[in-house]
Structure formats: structure tokens, C-alpha cells
């Protein structure tokens, strides 16, 4: 944030991609003023038509204005009209929002055609804002929008110029919860006198207590760095001090493999445990290209459909965001039409049905993989309930907070959802590594007993790939 002079309360001129990007901006600026510029109004009208995410945004930003102008004449309008949360929304502020929302109700004298030419909206917006500053000297005017360029152009002309930042998970994304606890080598000498074992349905349990317990979350991962056959999970908490760990089961050996499948490092080996848990409804696997995401979790969807017949059949889809230039329309159903972004699981299923059985031994295997997964879009989500499903949601750092939440609460009775994404990796303009849905969940499942959560940090793709990714 930027230091503001003085302390003077701030009058914030919102860019449109704010409110297109949170319709409840409008209530997170606490005691400060909001201003809303004519060209923002005339941007939100021209985008509020269409089925898309930012149209739903527009429509909601409409409502609430239209609710916050309700029986308000010209005089109150002109004077700022008291920025009231209602409903729903009213719930959940720290601190609920004090300030007045001002529209631009006369033309502004001011431009900044000598220094930015042309008319477009953003150079309307920095002439609002310097006839602002101007004109309110009681206040500190500052631009708050999430267009980098915009912010750079306020700069150049003396503007304070903010992103908006209150969807932000964390304040770094090296502080989001990985997962994972390294226990100190003399842990066990510590806390030997405060530990039951036992053993039930051929698991190992542990009884720990001790000051290392209030810094653990339920189905975290611990292990000893110099003692590698300990992996564990924390499977209850009891107060602060008392807490229950379970041994996991080593997947790296060929006789555990899942679906031919062996883990080849620690994380992986948390992660099939996770995955092969039916207990655990929803897991985050985070991930740089090449440290098996999609691949683990493909196969244990495959054991759990196939071989266990937990769940019903396995449902793939991704956020069809293009790396480069986008290919058209596509013919086709809804599933040949997600072929093109479904390279990854097409390149998984070529490892997962490597049979002995020759071409026609695949082929069949090919037929029957096909039976039981499915390709679908996010686009047709909305009103469904999945049941008995397994969910797997790939690149999901492109998602959006609510765009997340839209499809986390259409899992039905015994579905599970796994995502996968690469925060480092982030094709959707506007969303950051803090800022997306893919962290935003991870941040807020940590604490749920039916969650899990590691982040795998080895590539494991081949010497040539792990050679380029340290390399260039």
C-alpha cells in the first residue's frame, strides 16, 4: 500500500476491472470514500450482457448500486450516498465500511491530452482523478484499479495509483501452508514419555503430546529427514498439546504400486496416501511441470473407479485459458471440444495403459478407460451435483475464488475433488500467486479434518527436463 501523507482520509477512484473482478469492492474500503467515474459506469453497461463470469460481476456491481441509490434524490446523491452493506453481504467485515460513495455527477475541466493522448477510458480516469486532486485537497485521492499499465501512467503524472488487494490469500506466497512438517531429529527424546502406540486394522498409531502439537493442522504430512521410514499424518487433534499421528503407507515399493504406479519421492508417497484416503473429500496438489500431479492423481482415480469401485467414474476438466493464440471454435460435443486442452490426460492414460497384452490388449484397455472417465467443461457446472465422483480439476491457478467455491459446492455424497495447478503458472489476467482461487482454498482448507494438501517439489519427468528447468 502506499504511504499516505498525513494521515487524510482517501478518496478511491475505482478503476472498472476492479469491480468487474469483486462486485463486493465497493464494501471493502472501510472508513474511506469512493468515487465512481462516468466512464466506469459506461464500461460496466457495455459488459454487463453475456453468460460470462465478469458479465455475472456486472450485473451483481449493478444490483448494488441500484440498492444503495434507492429513493435517493439529486442532493443526496451530489453529497455521497452512505456505503451500507445489506443481506448477505453485510456479514463478514471486520470493520463494516463507514465511508460515502460519490459519483461524477458535472464534466471535469482537467485533461491530460498534452501529456496522454486520445480519449480513452483510462486517460478519463486520470483526468477525473487529477481534477479530484485538485479540487479535494482534504483528501488523498488515490486510483485503484488492477490494470499494471493504468498504475504506471498515474505514476508518470504524479498519481497515487494502489492494486487492489483485499481478494489477496497472503501477503506472500511463500507463507501458504505446504503440506508438510519436518520433525527435529530429537523429537522422539523429547516427547518419548508422552507417546502411546498401537496398532489397529494393521495401522500404526501414535498418541503424542507436547508444545509441536499447536502447530499442526489435521491430515498434514510429518517426516525425520534422517530417518526416512517415518512419513506420517496427523489424523486428530485434541486441544493444543494432544494430538493422534497415523504411519502411512510407503507407495514407493513395487508392490503398492497404484495402477502401476510408484511414488519416487517423499511428497509423492504423501500424496498417494492422500489420494488413496476415502476419508479425505478434498485434496490440493501443488506442483511445478513435471513433479506428477495429473499422473498420481489419474491413477489413484483409476484404482478407486476400477478396482475398488468407490466411486463411479472419474470426471477431468480443466479452465480452457490458452498459452498462446487462441484456436477458434471447435465442432464437436462438449467432450470433443475439450480434447484440445486435455493433452495432459490423453499423455497420462498413454503411461497408465502400457499392457502386456500387445495392440489389442491395449486397445481394450483404451475401451474400457474411456467407459469410466470423462471430459467436461467448466462452463456447464453451475446447478449440478456429482454423485459419487471423482473429480479432477486440472490448472485450477486460473480459477478465481468464487469461481472455486461455484464448483467445490457441486460435489454430492461421496464425491471427491482433487485440484491441481501450478501457482507459478498463472494464464488468467488480473489473478496473481496470493490472489488465486487455487490458494485461496488451500489457505482455507488447511484446518478441515477431510482435507489434505502437499506441494511436490522434485520434478520427476527425466534428466533432460529436470536439466532445462534448473537450466534456462
Not at 56 to 71: A, G, I, K, T, Y
Not at 72 to 94: H, M, N, S, V
Not at 345 to 371: C, F, I, K, P, Y
Request: hydrophobic share 40%.
Amino acid at each position: 500500500m502506499i504511504k499516505r501523507e498525513n494521515d487524510k482520509p482517501c478518496l478511491f477512484v475505482l478503476d472498472t476491472n476492479v469491480l468487474m473482478h469483486d462486485p463486493t469492492s465497493i464494501f471493502r474500503f472501510k472508513e474511506h470514500d469512493i468515487f465512481l467515474p462516468m466512464v466506469v459506469l459506461e464500461e460496466l453497461d457495455a459488459a454487463k450482457k453475456g453468460v460470462s463470469e465478469v458479465a455475472r460481476n456486472v450485473r451483481q456491481v449493478s444490483r448494488f448500486l441500484d440498492q444503495l441509490m434507492q429513493d435517493a434524490d439529486k442532493a443526496e446523491i451530489d453529497a455521497g450516498l452512505p456505503i451500507q452493506p445489506f443481506g448477505d453481504y453485510g456479514t463478514g467485515f471486520t470493520e463494516p465500511p463507514a465511508g460515502r460513495l460519490f459519483f461524477q455527477t458535472e464534466p471535469l475541466s482537467e485533461h491530460v491530452d498534452t501529456v496522454l493522448p486520445g480519449t480513452t477510458a483510462d486517460n478519463e480516469i486520470l483526468a477525473t482523478a487529477l481534477s479530484l486532486q485538485a479540487r479535494r485537497a482534504e483528501h488523498t485521492v488515490v486510483i485503484v484499479s488492477k490494470d499494471i499499465n493504468l498504475r504506471i501512467k498515474a505514476a508518470v503524472l504524479g498519481l497515487p495509483a494502489e492494486d487492489y488487494s483485499n481478494d489477496r490469500v497472503l501477503d506472500d506466497v511463500d507463507l501458504l501452508y505446504t503440506g508438510m512438517a519436518a520433525l527435529s531429529d530429537d523429537f522422539w527424546e523429547h516427547h518419548a514419555k508422552e507417546v502411546d502406540a498401537w496398532q489397529e486394522a494393521g495401522r500404526t498409531y501414535y498418541r503424542v503430546k507436547g508444545p509441536d502439537v499447536a502447530e499442526w493442522y489435521v491430515s498434514q504430512c510429518l517426516y525425520m529427514e534422517q530417518d526416512e521410514s517415518f512419513e506420517a499424518m496427523v489424523r486428530e487433534r485434541r486441544g493444543e498439546t494432544e494430538a493422534i499421528i497415523e504411519l502411512v503407507d510407503d507407495y514407493r515399493v513395487q508392490r503398492h504400486n497404484v495402477w502401476g504406479i510408484s511414488a519416487r519421492n517423499r511428497e509423492q508417497n504423501f500424496a498417494l496416501n492422500m489420494l488413496m484416503d476415502p476419508e479425505l473429500d478434498f485434496v490440493t496438489l501443488l506442483g511445478t511441470a513435471g513433479t506428477g500431479k495429473t499422473l498420481l492423481a489419474l491413477a489413484a482415480g483409476l484404482a478407486q473407479v476400477l478396482d475398488r469401485n468407490i466411486y463411479r467414474e472419474i470426471i477431468m476438466t480443466r479452465v480452457t485459458v490458452p498459452v498462446g493464440e487462441d484456436i477458434g471454435f471447435l465442432p464437436g460435443t462438449e467432450e470433443e471440444k475439450m480434447t484440445p486442452w486435455m493433452g495432459a490426460l490423453m499423455d497420462n492414460m498413454e503411461v497408465l495403459t502400457q499392457t502386456e497384452g500387445g495392440d489389442w490388449g491395449r486397445a481394450a484397455t483404451n475401451d474400457l478407460l474411456r467407459s469410466r472417465v470423462r471430459i467436461q467443461s467448466l462452463n456447464f457446472m453451475r446447478g449440478r451435483t456429482f454423485l459419487h465422483k471423482y473429480i479432477i480439476l486440472d490448472e485450477a491457478q486460473n480459477l478465481t475464488a468464487k469461481q472455486m467455491k461455484t464448483l467445490i459446492t457441486r460435489a454430492g455424497p461421496g464425491t471427491k475433488i482433487v485440484c491441481l495447478g501450478n501457482i507459478a503458472q498463472i494464464d488468467t489476467p488480473y489473478l496473481t500467486e496470493t490472489t488465486s482461487g487455487l490458494t485461496y482454498v488451500v489457505d482455507r482448507f488447511k484446518d478441515w479434518q477431510h482435507s489434505g494438501h502437499i506441494t511436490l517439489v522434485r520434478g520427476e519427468r527425466s534428466r533432460l527436463a529436470d536439466f532445462a528447468s534448473d537450466s534456462l
